[in-house]
């Protein structure tokens, strides 16, 4: 009798049958086979368990109906009555042209306020329904702008048709409350059979590259989707390599559609510089020049190449001379620094030294003294940048990477409306100039480099809302840093999972440590946490972490300042709650570890 033979998977025909794709393309395959089996365990276990678990997941909409829905809405919005309008009618019909065209890799290309978030989804949701496509997935790098998208698909598209699924989302659980909404997105979460989807970047690359079975369950779900990788330019460089790989399987073995969408588009396309980047990338906008000029709204003024340093007290003097601006430094300490050179009237301070709820709750602040049109100078780290919905009519900004000033002048005459005295538009300012202090080491310093070389070469008419002025700095940057400097693609194909696992880690903490930071409610949380610890409620407490370094800890443990809390990190105990300001966050400075009374304020 002959032996029998197993089938080639058709995921992997077409691929040599020896070699290092492969390999690659067996690992993935293996992934989506084990997330299936995950899922459909779990959901029996569920099943013999509640019978009626999922009965809310009836009141999904079709792709079809959710498409038709944000058709008409956007249809009754984006009127041609205003020259921003007008542009953003553009960006639609292109999105919607662009939408009958074959699944594979799309770029849009769309500058800040041209209206990229209803028109990516308008396109996906089309794509989708012409194709046959189950799901649209948008990745974004942060929360802070999953959250505000989240909020504008919900108005679009309905509640229950909108799952966010991130770690910092407030769950009713975590306070030991489990609503039938909330059911319904946590049962969602877990396998992402649900018509939008709204995520991280680490939530979904890290889980295509996992070894975990919570994370890996929904894989298999993430075949024949449209997936949205929003801010594109912040895909990790350090993790290129393996990243452009399991897209491109994504395309070609599992029926998906991805769109790379940014005002910034990194130069993703394959060459000799990058031999494992995209082929057969199509950009969406028709016009991409023509759209750029259209939406011009601000001036960037560039310092003297090889120019002096300007010292923040000069960056604070500049600010007071308007009612409402923004500044954008490098580091933490640099925006204390520069803040509490400013009046305190209409000061506002954003830095990852004060936790997410606190960060949230000042941009409402700001977002609220812009709309009574009070005095608001606001100073941040660069964490402002990526997708902030927020508007001044000059911006400050620590000479930096292009792809970062780019995005510090997307927060400057957003939606164009600047005027004169005599009611005419007139363009925002953006003043780079040369700071005290230099960016982290890493891509950021290396970005600082290309910039000044490209500053060098161009002159002080360096355009970077000019799409081939952006193509040329990303080659430039691209072509000196390392994009598998953790050997991720080695281990991929040696089907070595774990330590894929191990190696994959979108954000690094780099010996850092979690914090709970006495904010809100926190402590409520932690007391919920003291008495049923789990997962929900740890991640409950997300909201209220501040990550710090060794030498910050070590300080802080040398108080008695902190206490240790199994399964989340430390706390900082309540007789040094001062030691965390309403303003500026955590008040300890990490280099502050000789004397202790340097650490109070």
């Known amino acids: 009798m002959d032996k029998p033979q197993l089938a080639f998977p058709d995921a992997l025909h077409g691929l040599p049958k020896d070699g290092e794709s492969i390999r690659l393309a067996t690992e993935l395959w293996t992934r989506f086979l084990f997330s299936a089996l995950v899922d459909a365990d779990r959901l029996a276990t569920e099943h013999f368990y509640d019978t009626d678990a999922r009965q809310s997941f009836r009141g999904f909409d079709s792709i079809e109906r959710l498409s038709e829905r944000i058709d008409d809405y956007l249809d009754k919005t984006y009127r041609p009555d205003t020259r921003v309008n007008t542009a953003r009618a553009r960006v639609l019909a292109d999105c919607r042209r662009a939408s009958l065209e074959p699944p594979g890799f799309f770029s849009l290309t769309v500058p800040t306020g041209g209206g990229k978030t209803l028109s990516s989804m308008a396109f996906a949701l089309a794509h989708a329904t012409r194709h046959g496509q189950r799901r649209v997935i948008v990745v974004a790098p942060f929360t802070s702008i999953i959250e505000q998208n989240a909020e504008v698909y919900r108005t679009v598209l309905g509640d229950r048709d909108v799952i966010e699924h991130h770690s910092a989302i407030v769950t009713p659980e975590a306070r030991g409350v489990i609503p039938e909404s909330e059911l319904r997105r946590r049962l969602a979460a877990e396998n992402w059979d649900a018509p939008v989807i709204v995520t991280t970047a680490v939530q979904f690359f890290e889980s295509l590259l996992s070894n975990d079975p919570s994370r890996c369950r929904k894989l298999h779900n993430i075949a024949r989707s449209v997936v949205i990788v929003d801010e594109a330019q912040t895909i990790p460089t350090e993790y290129l390599a393996c990243l452009l790989d399991v897209m491109r399987e994504l395309v070609r073995a599992y029926g998906c559609s991805i769109v790379f969408s940014t005002a910034t588009q990194p130069a993703l396309r394959a060459r000799p510089a990058l031999p494992n980047g995209i082929t057969g990338l199509r950009e969406i906008i028709a016009d991409v020049p023509d759209l750029t000029h259209a939406l011009r709204r601000v001036e960037v003024t560039w310092p003297e190449s090889g120019g002096a340093i300007t010292p923040y007290k000069a960056v604070a003097q500049g600010m007071v001379e308007v009612p409402c601006a923004l500044a954008v430094v490098h580091l933490t300490r640099d925006a204390r620094l520069l803040a509490e050179l400013l009046p305190a009237k209409g000061r506002f301070h954003l830095s990852t030294r004060m936790c997410a709820s606190h960060r949230s709750g000042v941009l409402a602040a700001i977002r609220a003294a812009l709309q009574m049109h009070d005095e608001c100078r606001v100073v941040s780290t660069q964490l402002i940048e990526a997708g902030v919905d927020i508007s001044v009519p000059l911006v400050f900004r620590a000479m930096a990477g292009l792809d970062s000033v780019a995005q510090a002048a997307g927060r400057c005459n957003r939606n164009g409306l600047l005027r004169d005295t005599d009611g005419r538009p007139v363009l925002g300012r953006v003043r780079v100039f040369r ?131 199994e399964g989340i990190g430390f706390v900082l105990l309540s007789p040094f709650e001062h030691l965390y300001s309403d303003e500026f966050g955590l008040l300890v400075d990490e280099d502050a570890v000789a004397s202790p009374t340097e650490l109070i304020h």
Do not use: C, K, N
């Open 435 to 565: 700071a005290e202090t230099a960016p982290p080491a890493g891509v950021l310093r290396q970005g600082l480099q290309v910039a000044e070389e490209m500053l060098l070469a161009h002159g002080p008419h360096l355009d970077v809302s000019d799409a081939t002025i952006l193509e040329e700095y990303f080659r430039r940057l691209y072509s000196r840093v390392p994009h598998d400097p953790h050997g991720v693609q080695a281990a991929r194909a040696a089907l070595d999972f774990g330590t894929v696992a191990q190696l994959v880690r979108l954000i690094d903490d780099g010996g850092q440590y979690p914090l709970v930071v006495p904010w809100e409610d926190a402590a409520d949380r932690l007391a919920h946490f003291a008495a049923r610890p789990g997962r929900e409620a740890a991640r409950g407490l997300q909201q209220f972490i501040v990550r710090i370094r060794d030498r910050q800890l070590r300080a802080l443990e040398r108080l008695g300042a902190v206490a240790v809390a």
